[in-house]
Protein backbone atom coordinates (compact mmCIF):
# COMPACT_ATOMS: atom_id res chain seq x y z
CA UNK A 1 0.00 0.00 0.00
CA UNK A 2 1.23 3.27 -0.85
CA UNK A 3 0.70 5.61 2.43
CA UNK A 4 1.79 8.59 -0.11
CA UNK A 5 -1.89 7.95 -2.47
CA UNK A 6 -3.73 10.42 -0.27
CA UNK A 7 -1.33 13.07 -0.24
CA UNK A 8 -0.94 12.95 -4.10
CA UNK A 9 -4.69 13.05 -4.81
CA UNK A 10 -5.18 15.72 -2.05
CA UNK A 11 -2.20 17.96 -4.04
CA UNK A 12 -3.91 17.55 -7.19
CA UNK A 13 -7.41 18.47 -5.13
CA UNK A 14 -5.97 21.18 -3.49
CA UNK A 15 -4.62 22.82 -6.38
CA UNK A 16 -7.51 22.64 -8.57
CA UNK A 17 -9.67 24.28 -5.44
CA UNK A 18 -7.34 27.15 -5.17
CA UNK A 19 -7.32 27.26 -9.00
CA UNK A 20 -3.45 27.08 -9.24
CA UNK A 21 -1.13 25.43 -11.52
CA UNK A 22 1.58 23.50 -10.13
CA UNK A 23 4.15 26.09 -11.10
CA UNK A 24 2.12 28.53 -9.30
CA UNK A 25 2.07 26.59 -6.48
CA UNK A 26 5.64 25.85 -6.37
CA UNK A 27 6.48 29.42 -6.85
CA UNK A 28 3.98 31.05 -3.88
CA UNK A 29 4.95 27.85 -2.01
CA UNK A 30 8.56 27.82 -1.96
CA UNK A 31 9.37 24.92 -3.79
CA UNK A 32 11.09 23.87 -6.59
CA UNK A 33 9.02 23.44 -9.90
CA UNK A 34 10.27 19.82 -9.95
CA UNK A 35 9.78 18.67 -7.37
CA UNK A 36 6.04 19.45 -7.59
CA UNK A 37 6.11 17.42 -10.44
CA UNK A 38 7.81 14.49 -9.06
CA UNK A 39 5.08 14.63 -6.60
CA UNK A 40 2.03 15.13 -9.21
CA UNK A 41 4.02 11.82 -10.79
CA UNK A 42 4.08 9.88 -7.75
CA UNK A 43 7.97 9.75 -8.62
CA UNK A 44 8.95 10.81 -5.01
CA UNK A 45 7.54 11.00 -1.80
CA UNK A 46 7.24 13.92 0.06
CA UNK A 47 10.03 14.53 3.46
CA UNK A 48 8.18 15.02 6.14
CA UNK A 49 9.15 19.06 6.48
CA UNK A 50 7.78 18.97 2.99
CA UNK A 51 4.50 17.63 4.33
CA UNK A 52 4.35 20.54 7.07
CA UNK A 53 4.83 23.01 4.15
CA UNK A 54 2.31 22.21 1.95
CA UNK A 55 -0.32 21.57 4.93
CA UNK A 56 0.35 24.91 6.25
CA UNK A 57 0.44 26.42 2.81
CA UNK A 58 -3.50 25.15 2.21
CA UNK A 59 -3.96 25.24 6.18
CA UNK A 60 -4.95 21.43 6.35
CA UNK A 61 -4.63 18.64 8.44
CA UNK A 62 -1.72 16.68 7.64
CA UNK A 63 -4.19 13.62 9.13
CA UNK A 64 -6.21 14.52 6.38
CA UNK A 65 -3.24 14.44 3.55
CA UNK A 66 -2.68 10.51 4.69
CA UNK A 67 -6.14 9.89 5.02
CA UNK A 68 -6.46 9.11 8.43
CA UNK A 69 -9.00 11.65 8.60
CA UNK A 70 -12.12 13.05 6.13
CA UNK A 71 -11.81 16.56 7.67
CA UNK A 72 -9.16 18.70 5.93
CA UNK A 73 -9.56 21.55 8.58
CA UNK A 74 -7.92 21.49 12.02
CA UNK A 75 -7.59 23.60 15.01
CA UNK A 76 -3.78 25.17 14.78
CA UNK A 77 -2.81 26.01 18.03
CA UNK A 78 -1.84 29.52 18.64
CA UNK A 79 1.67 28.55 20.29
CA UNK A 80 3.24 25.84 18.04
CA UNK A 81 5.16 23.25 19.56
CA UNK A 82 8.73 21.92 18.23
CA UNK A 83 8.46 17.92 17.43
CA UNK A 84 11.32 17.57 20.12
CA UNK A 85 9.22 19.10 22.73
CA UNK A 86 5.92 17.54 21.17
CA UNK A 87 7.22 14.05 21.39
CA UNK A 88 9.71 14.22 24.77
CA UNK A 89 6.08 14.83 26.61
CA UNK A 90 4.57 11.66 24.86
CA UNK A 91 7.24 9.20 25.84
CA UNK A 92 7.25 10.82 29.58
CA UNK A 93 3.30 10.75 29.43
CA UNK A 94 3.56 7.23 27.84
CA UNK A 95 6.43 5.59 30.08
CA UNK A 96 7.68 4.37 26.65
CA UNK A 97 11.61 3.76 26.54
CA UNK A 98 13.48 5.70 23.51
CA UNK A 99 14.50 1.86 23.01
CA UNK A 100 10.95 0.61 22.70
CA UNK A 101 9.97 3.38 21.10
CA UNK A 102 12.67 2.24 18.08
CA UNK A 103 11.82 -1.27 18.43
CA UNK A 104 7.99 -0.21 18.28
CA UNK A 105 8.95 1.75 14.57
CA UNK A 106 11.58 -0.59 13.66
CA UNK A 107 14.32 2.21 13.34
CA UNK A 108 17.89 2.90 15.08
CA UNK A 109 18.01 4.22 18.43
CA UNK A 110 20.17 6.79 16.87
CA UNK A 111 17.13 8.38 15.25
CA UNK A 112 15.14 8.32 18.10
CA UNK A 113 17.67 10.84 19.70
CA UNK A 114 18.02 12.84 16.85
CA UNK A 115 14.56 13.76 17.16
CA UNK A 116 14.97 14.13 21.08
CA UNK A 117 17.44 16.94 20.49
CA UNK A 118 15.67 18.75 17.65
CA UNK A 119 18.18 17.33 15.29
CA UNK A 120 16.06 15.81 12.81
CA UNK A 121 12.01 14.91 11.61
CA UNK A 122 10.90 11.39 11.57
CA UNK A 123 10.24 10.11 7.72
CA UNK A 124 6.69 9.96 7.35
CA UNK A 125 5.95 6.43 7.47
CA UNK A 126 7.61 6.57 10.81
CA UNK A 127 5.28 9.57 11.93
CA UNK A 128 2.36 7.08 11.07
CA UNK A 129 3.85 4.54 13.42
CA UNK A 130 4.93 7.11 16.41
CA UNK A 131 0.86 8.61 15.78
CA UNK A 132 -0.81 4.80 16.67
CA UNK A 133 1.86 4.03 18.99
CA UNK A 134 1.32 6.95 20.92
CA UNK A 135 -2.53 7.34 19.89
CA UNK A 136 -2.54 10.84 18.75
CA UNK A 137 -3.28 12.35 15.57
CA UNK A 138 0.11 13.65 13.67
CA UNK A 139 -0.87 17.44 13.59
CA UNK A 140 -0.48 16.86 17.68
CA UNK A 141 2.60 14.80 17.30
CA UNK A 142 4.33 17.62 15.02
CA UNK A 143 3.17 20.37 17.37
CA UNK A 144 0.19 21.97 15.12
CA UNK A 145 -2.60 21.26 17.31
CA UNK A 146 -3.18 21.06 20.81
CA UNK A 147 -5.68 17.99 20.76
CA UNK A 148 -4.81 14.95 20.59
Request: net charge positive.
Amino acid sequence: MDIFANFYDSLKESLTAADMTAREFAAKAGFAESVVYYWLNRTYAPSTQNLLRFADFFAISVDYLFGLTDRSAFRKTERPVPFAERFRFLLQKSGYSQYFVAKSCKIGCSAVSKWLHGGKLPKAETLLKLGELFGCSLDYLLGRTDTP
